[in-house]
């Protein structure tokens, strides 16, 4: 889960690290309301779970009330490479005399943690690394190993920063660190970490977390319940909290096929064989949802899941796609049975099962006699069945 700057400020707040005065808005009025609090000048900054924004024009420094009303009319309903403007952050507007970057992160790829640093901070953090790869330090930390007070302060002395800030940098990293782990963060980035103050008094100089991007580990919600301070209310959709409160793993998307399987990666090959069909067949249709009804399922997960699809207005067909490991597919046909009675639905449904108990199950589907239920042997067939009978409501022509 990726958090807004607003609320990745708070964890660090929690931590200690210096942040500017803010307070996050929803509308010009609130803006406008927090801006007199804090004083001028101060930044208008559009919250998206993106970097980027600066660059976008997304955060921008306001001098006056009128200044803050117009930012605000103009950030608020921005779109940042897809992602959705929800509020803007109103913060104290810092004299910035150096940008450094700092980040914590998963490495995925030699399983443990990286701490990565740079004195050339900013937002063209990337292409500087990519023209300067010397000058992004790097650290691994081993999975089970901790990140103690001396590798900070080497870190702290590798990247640069100058004389003076060592001991606040490591400070900082090992606060960085702290954060991580007690968030079960994937990611904890500060860019920039600026060094701000008056350049002529050198009492006044310090550095101070201007941005925060944190990716909480998803998989490590229930250890913080659920994490439903971060709960994005502007975001909701009604049928992915219908499926959360089932315990269901459900996305909803754009399309017209509602989609179930067992097991992400089947499921994902499920949407891309909808997608291809779509677009072989010129009719763009495109798969509903993401829904995954893991190893095991039941009966009643089946039901549930058809529940939440078959409510969805968009949906005009359903791809069931079945490989039965520990899954049997008897238990989903069912399921599937049981649904449709339940629910009186007669949307096409186009079965696809593999794999243990396959051909009970599809014995059952068979001889329940629904016109409804459509069976085929292979998942591009069905997906292409799918994809036509989102378009003719069922014909198969
Ligand atoms: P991002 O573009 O999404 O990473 O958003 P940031 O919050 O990092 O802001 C982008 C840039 O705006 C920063 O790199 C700074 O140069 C500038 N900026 C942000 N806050 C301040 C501030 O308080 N004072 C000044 N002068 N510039 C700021
Ligand atoms: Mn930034």
New binding site residues.
């Given amino acids: 889960m990726d958090l807004y700057?607003y609320q990745a400020r708070e964890l660090l707040a929690e931590q200690g690290i210096a942040i500017?005065r803010g307070f996050y808005a929803t509308t010009p009025e609130e803006a406008v309301a927090a801006a007199v609090r804090i004083g001028f000048p101060c930044?208008v900054?559009g919250q998206a779970t993106i970097?980027?924004?600066?660059?976008a024009g997304a955060?921008v420094?306001a001098h006056d009330a009128d200044e803050v009303r117009e930012l605000s009319r103009r950030i608020l309903p921005m779109t940042i490479h897809g992602h959705h403007v929800n509020g803007v952050l109103i913060?104290?507007?810092?004299?910035?005399i150096h940008?450094y970057y700092v980040s914590i992160s998963v490495d995925r790829s030699s399983r443990d943690f990286d701490v990565l640093a740079t004195a050339n901070g900013?937002?063209e953090v990337e292409e500087v690394a990519r023209q300067h790869p010397e000058s992004v330090k790097r650290l691994h930390i081993e999975a089970l190993d901790d990140f103690d007070e001396s590798a900070a302060r080497d870190m702290a002395r590798s990247i640069g920063f100058y004389h003076a800030d060592v001991d606040q940098a490591a400070d900082i990293l090992l606060r960085m660190w702290r954060c991580f782990i007690e968030n079960d963060a994937t990611l904890v980035e500060i860019?920039?970490l600026a060094k701000i103050g008056d350049p002529d008094d050198e009492s006044s100089k310090m550095l101070c977390a201007?941005?925060a991007k944190i990716s909480l580990d998803g998989n490590a919600a229930f250890r913080h319940d659920g994490w439903s301070r971060f709960e994005d209310t502007s975001r909701h959709d009604p049928f992915e909290e219908r499926a959360k409160k089932l315990g269901l793993h459900y996305v909803r998307l754009r399309g017209q096929v509602g989609v179930i399987g067992n097991g992400a990666g089947l499921v994902m090959s499920s949407l891309d064989a909808v997608s291809g069909a779509g677009d072989a067949q010129g009719s763009g249709v495109a798969p509903a949802n993401f829904l995954d009804i893991g190893g095991g399922a039941s009966a009643k997960v089946m039901q549930d899941s058809l529940s939440i699809i078959l409510s969805d207005p968009q949906v005009a067909s359903v791809f069931i796609n079945i490989y039965g490991g520990i899954t049997s597919c008897r238990l989903v046909a069912e399921g599937i049975l049981s649904a449709i009675d339940a629910l009186g639905s007669h949307l096409p449904i186009i079965v696809r099962f593999d794999g243990n108990e396959a051909a009970e199950g599809l014995d059952i589907l068979g001889s329940a006699g629904r016109p409804s239920i459509h069976v085929c042997p292979t998942m591009e067939e069905a997906a292409a069945l799918a994809a036509r009978m989102a378009v003719s409501g069922g014909d198969n022509k």
Avoid: C, S, W, Y
């Fill in positions: 700057e500017p930044v900054k970097g980027h924004r600066g660059q955060v420094v913060a104290e507007a810092k004299n910035i940008e900013g937002t860019n920039p201007l941005d």
